[in-house]
């Protein structure tokens, strides 16, 4: 095409369609990525021993029964994620979509209410539950009467039902550690997730892969989980944390007598 030829096909009509198509479309994207989506940012939240102190007081206080002096620690492990009224943009989702230690979640799932009060509410109530069903797995593991032993939890403002598996545990180790004297934890760094029953069934909670990094964080080597959330927790599974899969509390210390003893050790 000569210089000449050269104007004349930058002024033609369909050039200049082109051109402010191209526009609209470069403003809509612009628009795009600033405009709020019904999504929450999570990333790896606080874990806390429960052998051990949260925010300066006893996460366990146990009275009606004599307690042990434990060694070890059996962390539970948090997600952090944005307030329920904050949209996340378009723009920021992407980038959180490529970043490893933070995810993406319809927001509905994080937050079933979508009003900030009733979301509180809503996860201080699971906290609730959740330390009861953990009481009574325990004492019930145990053979312990609850209408003898009484156990306080406090975990301050930390809600929903994930700490289940590991209030259990600690509340087990504090009474009766391995039963032979020892501790369930062997003198390591151990943390976990997963609900719990009054039966002692241990259960899915969600957000797996981003506690894992918690876990490996705070120097956890162990990590406790529930058997059906073995393929989300190898993703990005840090190389210094070991995943243990359980279905129940019984099986949780029969895993950690295992580990301590060097015996064979379920593994996702």
Known sequence: ??????????????????????????????????????????????????????????????????????????????????????????????????????????????????DPAKADEETARQMSESQDSATAAALSYLHLSPDQVKVKVDLGAVGGPSAGQMLALGIVDKLAGDGKGGDLTGGLRIAGTGTIDNDGTVGPVGGVPLKTLAAARDGATVFLLPKDECSDAKVNTPKTLRLVPVGTLAESVSALEALKAGGAVPSC
């Open 1 to 114: 095409m000569s210089d000449t030829k050269l104007p004349k096909a930058l002024s033609s009509p369909r050039t200049r369609v082109l051109a402010i198509c191209g526009v609209l479309v470069a403003a809509l994207f612009a628009v795009a990525a600033f405009v709020p989506l019904p999504y929450t940012l999570t990333w790896p939240g606080l874990t806390a021993d429960t052998l051990g102190t949260y925010e300066g007081r006893p996460v366990l206080t146990i009275s009606g029964a004599p307690l042990r002096t434990t060694e070890g620690e059996l962390r539970m492990v948090t997600i952090t994620a944005t307030n329920v009224e904050q949209r996340t943009t378009f723009r920021r989702a992407l980038q959180a979509w490529f970043d490893t230690e933070e995810a993406v979640r319809p927001t509905e799932t994080v937050y079933p209410q979508s």
